[in-house]
């Protein structure tokens, strides 16, 4: 049972374009969601994150929107550059319960020049 | 810089030979974690520490163990691989646990099983 969905695989984004990266969720105990970011030959890293008591989180060019009508969330990239390709891990966790953060399987973002 | 460190990055095991994959961090975080990543899927959590407390997944095979000897190091003790468990493991540490922890990452180690 897939709790946090990433449906497409890979997105291609010309530089300068904004890159819009999608992730579904089924759990309504989550209350916190993140996303990591990471390179071949790396772990993923950190990037940014968002409570449900939010709905919209900016860091720089990195900006999360949560939906939670729609269990919905995506991250935007403005503008997109090609040190920006990577794989994009969305993950979501609850506060209470004892819930594991639960990882969606990745979108991988080619930023092309 | 502080960070987790995985070795080796790669390790190639035969059908059944025990394996132990090793973790250690410079963070000094109290939690410790295990994923598996197959090719395309997310990573899934096999087990965490929290100190010396083991937390380990209702699904994980009993094939796999773990210890955590000290604050820093972490070991993945895989008794008897097969061929499915071929896989990326990931070692990541937080500070806490319990929703809304950031997790640090070491780089993984890559599993072949012949």
């Known amino acids: 049972d897939q709790q946090v969905k990433q449906n497409s695989p890979s997105l291609s984004v010309q530089e300068g374009r904004i890159s819009i990266l999608n992730c579904d969720y089924t759990n309504s105990m989550f209350d916190y969601f993140l996303w990591y970011k990471k390179y071949p030959a790396e772990g993923p890293t950190f990037l940014i994150s968002?409570?449900?008591?939010?709905d919209k989180n900016e860091d720089g060019r990195f900006t999360v929107f949560l939906n939670k009508s729609a269990k919905h969330l995506s991250l935007h990239i403005v503008p997109s550059q090609p040190g920006d390709s990577a794989v994009y891990f969305c993950a979501a966790s609850a506060s209470t319960g004892g819930f594991k953060t639960i990882f969606g399987a990745g979108t991988r973002l080619f930023v092309k020049a | 810089d502080a960070m987790v460190i995985q070795n080796p990055r790669y390790q190639v095991t035969q059908f059944g030979k025990p394996v132990t994959l090793s973790c250690s961090q410079t963070?000094?975080?109290?939690?410790m974690y295990w994923y598996q990543q197959k090719s395309s899927q997310a990573p899934k959590l096999l087990f965490h520490?929290?100190?010396?407390?083991?937390?380990n997944e209702a699904d994980t095979p009993d094939n796999f163990q773990s210890r955590r000897p000290n604050t820093s190091f972490c070991f993945l003790d895989i008794r008897s691989p097969g061929l499915g468990d071929a896989a990326m493991y990931l070692c990541a540490t937080s500070s806490h646990s319990g929703g809304g922890e950031t997790q640090y990452f070491g780089p993984g180690t890559r599993l072949l099983v012949l």
């Open positions: 968002i409570s449900s008591i939010k």
């Open positions: 963070l000094n975080h109290n939690v």
């Open positions: 520490y929290y100190d010396k407390d083991f937390n």
